[in-house]
């Protein structure tokens, strides 16, 4: 009998369930995304081009409702179950994903019989799993609240000390606010596991969960995700809300929509229609769900938050429900520059980002809220691309975990002191060079910070004490200034430096990587007497609305936006010579320029490409701040280097010519490429240089070296297949007698050992070495001499 219950409650909720479509609409100044907002469609997760048309997930209701409206639509995917069943098909012919393989270091982590995704039983057993492993540094399931219909909404707390509150800065992760948003929950498990099975190995987890305590809460809406488990137990269920019985068969609130901050503050950012899929309740908490996590966070003193839906590669943050900044929007930017660092994420406020204002949603309350708790800066990173969509594919699921992972660390490093180091500038001279940083803490927590910096180079040419700094503010600069220290390596070679900052609360590490010796610019251009040294065409050009230094900058948008439908470039009117000057030749060579810009992401593209055949070929060239074309509109072809999104602040951008050095005859030039729809402000840089380094050096050496100790020019030179090198000791002495590439990496060893006072001579063989510049360092325990070599083969 029971069996025969349940089948037509099955039969019942299958009849009842609404049917989804994706559709295109167009967007005219009738048709905005504003008006589509106000008839209650959710247009904070949509895909398509801004302004120009949106690509949105819509029910049989609001299917009646565009035609009631008169606005017209084309089916994308006109029945979303059907397409995803064949999905699934299609998936099951594919060889089973290797996880382990995959996902590296992490061991537990697994896919849910949900279409990969985990179920709501499954989502338990996996914190239970948790705790069973790793009893010390996960808490037991804490249930904050209860759903409409009475499901716990667990959260759990990983730290060094999960069952004590200590003063440590606290992070929130929550996902499945929204029911049909999975893999939001599916990253935030696997970030777990990557916490719990790095505790004690991994320095950065270990010093997160030593100093931090994070929260997480995988499922804020149990009932909605149930509901989807139930209605498409293969996955693809597409209801969002929670299940609330508003009146008759009518259900659900959105959940992000019911944040006491700003509830109903217009008809855009929210609907008072109970059909809406952004329904937003009779009043602000009305619904249970969002009274647990207002609960918990009131009592919890968290200081940043990651509310995690998904799809559209953007991490948004306040002010949702107006066009204006937050007092700290600086900070937001700062960090969010940061947190996007590898994922590339476009970031911005809802408006910057996709064009939309909300109300009633958590980011906005959790900020703006300081009369029942502490600010809390929160942000939304709505994870996966327009392909992706609600339900990736399950190949996807693990791509889109490990893409997340460093914004997560970040997000936990940042709820305290997060420091981080900047290059500032670098001064050489003769064989000394000196390196400026600054360090910066972009941490979301205003407190002094008693930290030492460790500072190591991947050689033994540099040497680098630890320096140790306190009492660091937030976001306040300071300069490490190196002590000067003698040292060989070939001008215009790669030094990359490894810093690892640790404190009571800090830890942090990364490389810095910058040139040695000292650059000789073959030109510059302040970008202040117009573009008389450039070629531009369309409407490539100079303007003083943006600038960083001086009066004007150089644009592809001087008047506007950028050009619709339009290829244009500013090339370098004269050739560059990057063959020989002075008559030394040139090691390596560098562009570089400040630059800021806002290009339609996914669609628009700006590249920087250079040309030694006089323009008939160009090569995409890569920087600090490029990222791969996508493939779609000018982003072709796929993994082409070049610049989209927004970036708000200025940025020098450094790119290596080392790929040209050789050629007497080197264009330059930046070619902007839009398509038919939307444009943007565009594309603007200042202070532009081209600089080289020469290998002008015969012979380097130490001014205190003695007059007799000496490193004689080899014979023959340049050689093949050996050669002989001569050296003069004054005393009995330890040597070593090294040769190097180009680039100063180490070949090989020549000579070691205790040599007698007066001259030797030691043979060269090059008979495995490749054609090219070498140089041999000759090193005491007190001196060293260096000559520079060429093996002609």
Not at 435 to 442: P, Q
Not at 580 to 589: C, D, F, L, P, V
Not at 658 to 675: C, G, H
Request: glycine content about 6%; aromatic content about 12%; proline content about 4%.
């Amino acid at each position: 009998m029971k069996k025969l219950v349940l089948f037509f409650f099955l039969i019942s909720i299958s009849n009842s369930q609404d049917k989804y479509s994706q559709v295109r609409i167009s967007l005219s100044p009738e048709i905005t995304t504003h008006k589509l907002a106000s008839l209650g469609f959710a247009v904070d997760h949509i895909s398509g081009k801004k302004n120009t048309y949106v690509d949105i997930f819509v029910s049989n209701y609001e299917i009646s409702q565009l035609k009631k409206s008169g606005i017209p639509f084309l089916n994308l995917i006109e029945d979303w179950d059907s397409h995803f069943a064949q999905q699934q098909k299609a998936e099951l012919l594919k060889p089973e994903i290797n996880i382990k393989s995959l996902s590296g270091i992490i061991k537990n982590f697994r896919y849910g019989s949900m279409g990969g995704f985990l179920t709501l039983q499954e989502l338990t057993a996996e914190l239970d799993s948790m705790r069973t492993y790793y009893p010390n540094i996960i808490s037991k399931n804490d249930t904050i609240g209860f759903s409409i219909q009475n499901k716990p909404i667990i959260a759990v707390k990983i730290s060094k000390n999960p069952f004590v509150n200590e003063s440590e800065p606290r992070a929130l992760y929550n996902s499945l606010i929204h029911a049909r948003e999975p893999e939001g929950m599916m990253q935030m498990i696997y970030f777990m596991w990557y916490l719990l099975e790095n505790y004690g190995t991994d320095e950065e987890v270990t010093n997160i969960l030593d100093t931090r305590e994070l929260y997480f809460i995988p499922c804020l809406n149990p009932d909605g995700y149930f509901y989807n488990q139930t209605t498409n137990p293969t996955g693809g269920g597409m209801w969002r809300k929670n299940r609330r019985l508003n009146s008759g068969t009518i259900f659900g609130v959105d959940l992000n929509r019911n944040f006491g901050y700003n509830w109903g503050f217009d008809d855009i950012g929210s609907s008072p229609n109970t059909n809406s899929s952004t329904y937003r309740g009779t009043s602000g908490f009305s619904e249970p769900e969002t009274q647990a996590i207002r609960n918990f966070c009131n009592s919890k003193n968290f200081s940043i938050a990651m509310n995690i839906h998904t799809y559209s590669n953007l991490l948004i943050y306040p002010w949702g429900y107006n066009d204006v900044d937050t007092k700290d929007s600086i900070l937001y930017r700062s960090l969010a520059e940061e947190l996007i660092e590898d994922n590339k994420y476009s970031y911005g406020t809802g408006l910057q980002t996709v064009g939309y204002t909300v109300n009633g949603d958590a980011d906005d309350w959790m900020y703006g809220d300081t009369i029942s708790k502490s600010k809390i800066f929160s942000y939304t990173p709505e994870i996966g691309n327009h392909v992706d969509l609600f339900w990736p594919k399950k190949e996807r699921i693990l791509p889109l975990c490990l893409e997340n992972l460093s914004m997560n660390l970040k997000v936990a490093h940042a709820a305290g002191e997060f420091i981080q180091v900047k290059l500032n500038s670098i001064k050489d001279s003769a064989n000394t060079t000196s390196v400026s940083f600054s360090l910066i803490n972009k941490g979301v927590v205003n407190k002094s910070a008693s930290f030492k910096v460790r500072i190591k180079n991947n050689s033994s040419m540099i040497f680098l004490k630890d320096t140790i700094f306190s009492n660091l503010s937030l976001n306040t600069k300071y300069t490490l200034q190196f002590p000067k220290y003698n040292f060989f390596n070939t001008p215009g070679a790669m030094v990359k430096l490894f810093y690892k900052i640790e404190g009571s609360n800090v830890f942090s590490y990364d490389t810095i990587n910058f040139r040695i010796g000292k650059p000789n610019y073959i030109f510059t251009d302040s970008t202040e007497t117009g573009i008389s040294k450039w070629v531009a065409t369309d409407n490539w050009g100079t303007t003083s609305e943006k600038k960083l230094s001086g009066n004007f900058s150089f644009t592809d948008s001087p008047t506007g936006p950028s050009l619709n439908n339009s290829t244009s470039s500013l090339t370098l009117k004269d050739y560059v010579n990057l063959n020989n000057i002075y008559q030394s030749t040139i090691g390596a060579a560098e562009l570089r320029f400040s630059a800021k810009w806002n290009i339609e992401s996914c669609y628009d593209f700006l590249r920087v490409q250079a040309s030694s055949d006089s323009g008939k070929t160009w090569k995409d060239l890569s920087g600090i701040h490029t990222q791969p074309a996508n493939g779609t509109g000018k982003q072709i072809p796929v993994l082409t280097p070049g610049y989209d999104a927004v970036k708000h602040d200025w940025s020098e951008e450094i790119i290596d010519l080392s790929y040209f050095v050789r050629n007497p005859a080197v264009k330059i030039r930046f070619l902007m490429e839009t398509d038919e729809y939307e444009v943007f402000d565009g594309w603007y840089m200042d202070d532009i240089s081209i600089s080289v380094y020469l290998l002008d050096i015969n012979s380097v050496g130490n001014d205190n070296i003695p007059n007799n100790f000496e490193l004689y020019q080899n014979f023959p030179n340049p050689w093949n297949p050996s050669t002989t090198i001569n050296f003069k000791l004054p005393i009995k002495s330890n040597i070593k007698l090294k040769l190097f590439d180009i680039l100063g990496r180490e070949i090989k060893t020549i000579a070691n050992g205790e040599f007698i006072a007066g001259t030797h001579s030691v043979i060269l063989n090059g008979r495995e070495l490749s054609s090219g510049i070498y140089f041999v360092r000759l090193e005491t325990p007190d001196n060293f001499l260096t000559i520079k070599t060429f093996l002609s083969k």
